[in-house]
């Protein structure tokens, strides 16, 4: 709205409209911000906790999609497929994810991100935060301690107890 007078589209819904031709260009219609909660060093096996809050800055509905990545400490980026999503009008919303970390994954410092992308593939807005990934160790699913359990039992099998860790050597079978 350009005028005199007040805006009739905000009269009627309460909605502030955006003035396209004086607004600060650097407003980006869809922001996020993307926030580890829980420490930025991991353990193989663990878990890291991060909050995303995406907000619409506009004063309509707004689709778009959101893409996940990593780098990897030897610079290479890998990424999740897009997933399509959608706010209202001044809408924010928040979410926590968990990331997941894989008992093999390489030790190192990471790059987690997330990329905002307006459907015709232009990107609106990334964000990230790094974490390291420390030798630690993992927590077995209840499955893999009673497989471990009856490793133990195994007659065959030799348990030595280190520093309060218990080895477990078990005799390859003939192929």
């Given at each position: 709205?350009?005028?005199?007078?007040?805006?009739?589209?905000?009269?009627?819904?309460?909605?502030?409209?955006?003035?396209?031709?004086?607004?600060?260009?650097?407003?980006?219609?869809?922001?996020?911000?993307?926030?580890?909660?829980?420490?930025?060093?991991?353990?193989?096996?663990?878990?890291?906790?991060?909050?995303?809050?995406?907000?619409?800055?506009?004063?309509?509905?707004?689709?778009?999609?959101?893409?996940?990545?990593?780098?990897?400490?030897?610079?290479?980026?890998?990424?999740?497929?897009?997933?399509?999503?959608?706010?209202?009008?001044?809408?924010?919303?928040?979410?926590?994810?968990?990331?997941?970390?894989?008992?093999?994954?390489?030790?190192?410092?990471?790059?987690?991100?997330?990329?905002?992308?307006?459907?015709?593939g232009n990107l609106i807005?990334?964000?990230?935060?790094?974490?390291?990934?420390?030798?630690?160790?993992?927590?077995?699913?209840?499955?893999?301690?009673?497989?471990?359990?009856?490793?133990?039992?195994?007659?065959?099998?030799?348990?030595?107890?280190?520093?309060?860790?218990?080895?477990?050597?078990?005799?390859?079978?003939?192929?």
């Amino acid at each position: 709205w350009d005028g005199n007078g007040a805006d009739p589209y905000e009269e009627k819904t309460g909605v502030k409209n955006i003035d396209l031709w004086t607004a600060p260009i650097s407003t980006s219609t869809i922001t996020h911000t993307l926030t580890p909660l829980t420490k930025t060093t991991v353990s193989r096996g663990g878990a890291l906790i991060f909050s995303v809050e995406e907000t619409n800055n506009s004063s309509s509905y707004y689709k778009f999609y959101f893409q996940a990545y990593g780098i990897k400490p030897d610079g290479t980026t890998l990424y999740s497929r897009r997933f399509s999503t959608d706010l209202k009008a001044g809408e924010t919303r928040k979410m926590r994810g968990v990331l997941r970390i894989p008992s093999s994954l390489e030790l190192g410092t990471y790059n987690f991100g997330i990329k905002i992308i307006d459907t015709s593939g232009n990107l609106i807005d990334n964000d990230s935060f790094e974490f390291t990934v420390v030798s630690g160790t993992s927590y077995a699913l209840r499955s893999s301690a009673r497989k471990l359990k009856r490793l133990m039992r195994n007659p065959d099998a030799q348990v030595v107890e280190e520093d309060g860790w218990k080895v477990i050597i078990v005799p390859e079978k003939d192929k």
